[in-house]
T-cell receptor, first 115, second 112 residues
Framework: DTAVSQTPKYLVTQMGNDKSIKCEQN?????MYWYKQDSKKFLKIMFS???????INETVPNRFSPKSPDKAHLNLHINSLELGDSAVYFC??????????????FGPGTRLTVL | QQQVKQSPQSLIVQKGGISIINCAYE??????FPWYQQFPGKGPALLIA?????SEKKEGRFTISFNKSAKQFSLHIMDSQPGDSATYFC???????????FGKGTSLLVTP
């Protein structure tokens, strides 16, 4: 199936640990994003990559580091996890064409719980 | 700073009724206004979207109304069904490739 996929679906870990979330899209898109959805369901952009290059880096602690090995993958590595990092993290992708709709497709999310 | 404001926070509508969700934005440079639907445990899914050069767009039971001068847009769900019960997010962005700025979401419950 064509889609945006994320692994793992659930991630439970202790404070201070380092963890990674993986994202893959097979839609042929050239731009990928990470969004964070907090406990009140508010969705906020964290990062955006276009053709493997970082183009958006919102005010996110430098403990969060995105890595894009190729156009189809965008991983999120988090160091020294804190309680406040508990949230649902969504990967999304879109095709960037001048004048095109900014239609973004979202993955199923990764629920991170920091204990 | 919240760039897109959404109301109401929650909405209860009877089956067959009309659900209306409103959003307002500040940045006049925004040129893409989508609505996303999210079911529990799932990612947001694009429902319908509009560009500011049109005032209305309809797809099936879903209609976006857009008022550029007032910097407001709204989602109307006609003949609401229990299967429409979900959280709805409005969003706005600059042109293609930019981040979506989301509203805080509206939890819609359609009762039988």
């Amino acid at each position: 199936d064509t889609a945006v996929s994320q692994t793992p679906k659930y991630l439970v870990t202790q404070m201070g640990n380092d963890k990674s979330i993986k994202c893959e899209q097979n839609l042929g898109h050239d731009t990928m994003y990470w969004y964070k959805q907090d406990s009140k369901k508010f969705l906020k952009i964290m990062f955006s990559y276009n053709n493997k290059e970082l183009i958006i880096n919102e005010t996110v602690p430098n403990r969060f580091s995105p890595k894009s090995p190729d156009k189809a993958h965008l991983n999120l590595h988090i160091n020294s996890l804190e309680l406040g990092d508990s949230a649902v993290y969504f990967c999304a992708s879109s095709r960037t064409i001048a004048g095109n709709y900014n239609e973004q497709f979202f993955g199923p999310g990764t629920r991170l719980t920091v204990l | 700073q919240q760039q897109v404001k959404q109301s109401p926070q929650s909405l209860i509508v009877q089956k067959g009724g009309i659900s209306i969700i409103n959003c307002a934005y500040e940045n006049t440079a925004f040129d893409y206004f989508p609505w996303y639907q999210q079911f529990p445990g799932k990612g947001p899914a694009l429902l319908i979207a509009i560009r500011p050069d049109v005032s209305e767009k309809k797809e099936g039971r879903f209609t976006i109304s857009f008022n550029k001068s007032a910097k407001q847009f709204s989602l109307h769900i006609m003949d609401s069904q229990p299967g429409d019960s979900a959280t709805y997010f409005c969003a706005a962005s600059l042109y293609s490739g930019y981040a979506l700025n989301f509203g805080k979401g509206t939890s819609l419950l359609v009762t039988p």
